[in-house]
């Protein structure tokens, strides 16, 4: 029995040192094939610096489910400018996305040289205080544009985030005769941002940076309907007089208070390069409700071009409601 126990486990240690042998030849082969592999130079992950690689997107996201290609584009909302009793009383509400057209790691010589996106936005003013007319009117407002991220320093910490280019952007009312409104446009938006000191959670489609301001041109075609309009009503204005050709835009970021209530956010847009006697802004502020995706909403608009049927009328009303992002 002792000469069989001893045969035994000289027979396993012998293999156990096999087997080791055979592990440590692997490890020298992989080694040897990883240094001659040739690098490739249109793959992103190999021709960036160490530090640039761990903040890559391509790093941060290793081992996790890919984001998803549709986000929120313009605020969701749904707000209501006075009390539901009132026969005025109207809810106004709006619904933006956008898709990604292709996959965000798509590369070609280390840059997405074609950020393509399709969005979709649908803005209503639905009159809940009237029964024979329940919505006066639904913008629909779909794009296609490409979003190039620039991210280069201007000074200190404001720098120009990004550069966006559309080449069709549509909007119309689908209603029909007089009321019918629609127009298309070809813009560039040049996008600024003023980084946080502190880093910004983005909650609800929030900004990622303290400020933003951006500027938007464009150039406007198929609208001579509403100009035929305008004559019918005996006035000399043309419609780009209201929408003018261009828009300005500025958001801040928890700027009020701190503590649980810090996620809030203030945006101001006007309309430029449009008569000088037809100003229009609009102020929007949310306030993120804590443990929630949704945020207290308060809009005031005051000018013409609130939607496409009041155009040329001019008005200025404040809505209070919810927003939220998905």
Same mark, same amino acid.
């Given at each position: 029995?002792?000469?069989?126990?001893?045969?035994?486990?000289?027979?396993?240690? @012998?293999?156990?040192?096999?087997?080791?042998? $055979?592990?440590?030849?692997?490890?020298?082969?992989?080694?040897?094939?990883?240094? @001659? #592999?040739?690098?490739?130079?249109?793959?992103?992950?190999?021709?960036?610096?160490?530090?640039?690689?761990?903040?890559?997107?391509? =790093?941060?996201?290793?081992?996790?489910?890919?984001?998803?290609?549709?986000?929120? $584009?313009?605020?969701?909302?749904?707000?209501?400018? #006075?009390?539901?009793? @009132?026969?005025?009383?109207?809810?106004?509400?709006?619904?933006?996305?956008?898709?990604?057209?292709?996959?965000?790691?798509?590369?070609?010589?280390?840059?997405?040289?074609?950020?393509?996106?399709?969005?979709?936005?649908?803005?209503?003013?639905?009159?809940?205080?009237?029964?024979?007319?329940?919505?006066?009117?639904?913008?629909?407002?779909?794009?296609?544009?490409?979003?190039?991220?620039?991210?280069?320093?201007?000074?200190?910490?404001?720098? +120009?985030?990004?550069?966006?280019?559309?080449?069709?952007? $549509?909007?119309? =009312?689908? +209603?029909?005769?007089?009321?019918?409104?629609?127009? @298309?446009?070809?813009?560039?938006?040049?996008?600024?941002?003023?980084?946080?000191?502190?880093?910004?959670?983005?909650?609800?489609?929030?900004?990622?940076?303290?400020?933003?301001?951006?500027?938007?041109?464009?150039?406007?075609?198929?609208?001579?309907?509403?100009?035929?309009?305008?004559?019918?009503?005996?006035?000399?204005?043309?419609? +780009?007089?209201?929408?003018?050709?261009?828009?300005?835009?500025?958001?801040?970021?928890?700027?009020?208070?701190?503590?649980?209530?810090?996620?809030?956010?203030?945006?101001?847009?006007? +309309?430029?390069?449009?008569?000088?006697? =037809?100003?229009?802004?609009?102020?929007?502020?949310?306030?993120?409700?804590?443990?929630? =995706?949704?945020?207290?909403?308060?809009?005031?608009?005051?000018?013409?071009?609130?939607?496409?049927?009041?155009?040329? #009328?001019?008005? $200025?009303?404040?809505?209070?409601?919810?927003?939220?992002?998905?």
């Amino acid at each position: 029995m002792v000469a069989f126990v001893t045969v035994l486990l000289v027979s396993i240690n @012998n293999t156990s040192g096999d087997h080791l042998e $055979h592990n440590d030849s692997l490890r020298m082969i992989q080694k040897a094939d990883t240094a @001659n #592999q040739q690098l490739d130079m249109n793959n992103p992950k190999l021709t960036l610096s160490a530090e640039q690689q761990q903040n890559s997107k391509h =790093n941060s996201n290793a081992g996790q489910k890919p984001e998803s290609p549709v986000s929120t $584009h313009k605020v969701n909302y749904l707000s209501i400018n #006075q009390l539901p009793g @009132n026969n005025n009383a109207q809810i106004k509400f709006q619904i933006s996305m956008k898709v990604h057209v292709l996959e965000p790691n798509l590369y070609f010589l280390k840059y997405d040289i074609f950020p393509a996106y399709v969005s979709y936005s649908q803005k209503s003013l639905w009159n809940v205080g009237q029964k024979s007319q329940p919505f006066e009117e639904t913008n629909y407002n779909p794009e296609f544009f490409l979003d190039y991220s620039v991210n280069v320093a201007i000074l200190n910490r404001f720098k +120009l985030q990004s550069i966006v280019i559309s080449p069709i952007e $549509h909007e119309s =009312n689908g +209603l029909a005769g007089m009321q019918s409104r629609s127009w @298309n446009r070809q813009y560039v938006l040049l996008r600024f941002g003023l980084e946080s000191k502190e880093k910004l959670e983005v909650t609800n489609s929030f900004l990622s940076d303290k400020a933003l301001l951006y500027v938007k041109l464009w150039y406007a075609s198929s609208y001579s309907e509403q100009n035929d309009y305008l004559q019918s009503i005996g006035s000399n204005n043309k419609f +780009l007089d209201y929408m003018g050709q261009g828009e300005i835009g500025i958001s801040v970021r928890n700027f009020l208070w701190g503590g649980s209530l810090k996620d809030h956010q203030m945006d101001i847009k006007t +309309l430029i390069v449009q008569n000088i006697n =037809n100003v229009s802004c609009e102020f929007e502020f949310r306030q993120q409700l804590p443990d929630l =995706n949704f945020a207290v909403y308060m809009q005031y608009w005051y000018g013409y071009g609130e939607t496409l049927l009041r155009f040329d #009328q001019f008005g $200025h009303r404040g809505f209070v409601g919810l927003s939220f992002s998905y």
